[in-house]
């Protein structure tokens, strides 16, 4: 079996061709960052005309890189839910395009599964498990009990963590500083944070006192901006520039991050456990998304990991961010599982919200 993958949700036009046995025949991936890092943020429309610009290109170029003929293919699996509906529009109308021309089957993939199945490809991974994704667009905790059977045990109820840190990093103007010009935001932080004191400001972690698995994150952004306004009133320096206290605020913030996504996730933990709807000795738990790149943050994981004795996983870095292979491996799993391929697309629109699975969050506030 062999799934050509195609993922244009947000800011990365992605393609690649998957085989059942999860090797990766050739992929390709076109990004956008750079133009969306020096604009501020994603202007959706520019990322529509971005994406048309590229994906006839990045489809021919993970199809030669995989040697196959297009008739060899068994189905084209395209993300169509949830992202930005000008990006999803763009991947959407050019696999409807393509399978239409090909003759070929289409597999809908829903871009925070493929998320989560990724480590089965790197990984022997059995289901259940559990995942914490965190990312700029995305943080959720879920139990996987299945290819597309998901309890949605927790989720941001405002923004992501990879967001929140880019609003700090843009904030204390980072892209300035010598030593982190071309780095993300998050990996702004991390960098800097190693130089800090995390000790030096009194921050409390957002929801101590929600017995659920939801996080927050706007709070601590807040709080934060005013550290930074208070520091440039002493310091005298004007916003914009470098504060010389900046290391110790991304510490500081690094590390509640750290600790609010740790608590949440042993409390899901401890819950599915009570359930029985995980193993109680080896259990897995899967930490995805570009936040989960961060060190400081992964090792927060690990101590919760060891304590609830379960296995830490994580993708390769190159995985953990948007890419074509995960939507083309989402795309093998559901062809094994006989779930949702379509022989006739009619109909087919995308969905720029689109929850993942069955939310249980209240049901974790209640047994807590
Ligand atoms: P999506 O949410 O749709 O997957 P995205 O572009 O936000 O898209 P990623 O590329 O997975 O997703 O992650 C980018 C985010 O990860 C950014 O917010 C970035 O600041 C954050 N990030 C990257 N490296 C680090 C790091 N070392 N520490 C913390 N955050 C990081
Ligand atoms: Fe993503």
């Not at 980072?174 to 982190?180: D, F, G, R, T, Y």
């Not at 509640?256 to 996504?261: E, P, R, S, V």
Request: glycine share 8%; net charge neutral.
């Amino acid at each position: 079996k062999l799934v050509l993958g195609i993922e244009t949700s947000c800011d990365d036009t992605a393609a690649a061709v998957v085989d059942d046995t999860g090797n990766v025949l050739g992929e390709a991936i076109h990004s956008q960052t750079e133009v969306h890092l020096k604009a501020g943020g994603i202007i959706p429309p520019v990322a529509q005309q971005l994406h048309k610009e590229n994906i006839q290109r990045i489809v021919e170029d993970a199809l030669s890189a995989s040697r196959i003929s297009p008739s060899e293919l068994s189905a084209v699996a395209t993300t169509i839910k949830p992202g930005l509906a000008l990006s999803l529009g763009v991947g959407l109308s050019f696999s409807l395009q393509l399978v239409n021309q090909l003759k070929k089957p289409f597999i809908p993939i829903h871009h925070m599964e493929a998320h989560a199945l990724t480590i089965r490809l790197t990984h022997k991974v059995e289901f259940p498990f559990i995942v914490l994704l965190i990312s700029g667009g995305h943080c959720l905790l879920a139990l996987v009990q299945g290819v597309s059977d998901f309890l949605l045990l927790g989720k941001s109820l405002d923004i992501a963590p990879g967001d929140m840190l880019d609003k700090v990093a843009r904030r204390l103007s980072l892209i300035k500083h010598p030593e982190c010009s071309t780095m993300s935001g998050g990996r702004a932080i991390e960098h800097l944070a190693k130089q800090g004191n995390r000790w030096l400001f009194d921050i409390n972690p957002p929801m101590q006192n929600a017995k659920n698995c939801d996080f927050s994150f706007t709070g601590l952004q807040h709080i934060t901006d005013k550290i930074i306004m208070q520091k440039e009133r002493e310091e005298g320096v004007e916003k914009g520039q470098i504060l010389s206290s900046a290391a110790d605020i991304a510490a500081a913030v690094q590390h509640i991050t750290a600790c609010h996504l740790a608590k949440r996730t042993h409390r899901a933990i401890l819950f599915c456990k009570q359930k029985n709807l995980l193993s109680q000795t080896n259990a897995v738990l899967v930490v995805s998304g570009g936040v989960a790149s961060n060190l400081y943050i992964r090792r927060a994981l690990e101590i919760v990991a060891n304590a609830t004795q379960c296995t830490l996983l994580c993708p390769p870095p190159r995985l953990c961010t948007d890419n074509g292979i995960m939507i083309a491996w989402n795309g093998i799993e559901r062809l094994r599982a006989g779930l949702g391929i379509l022989h006739d697309v009619e109909g087919i629109r995308y969905e720029p919200k689109c929850p993942l699975g069955v939310d249980i969050s209240k049901e974790v506030a209640e047994a807590a």
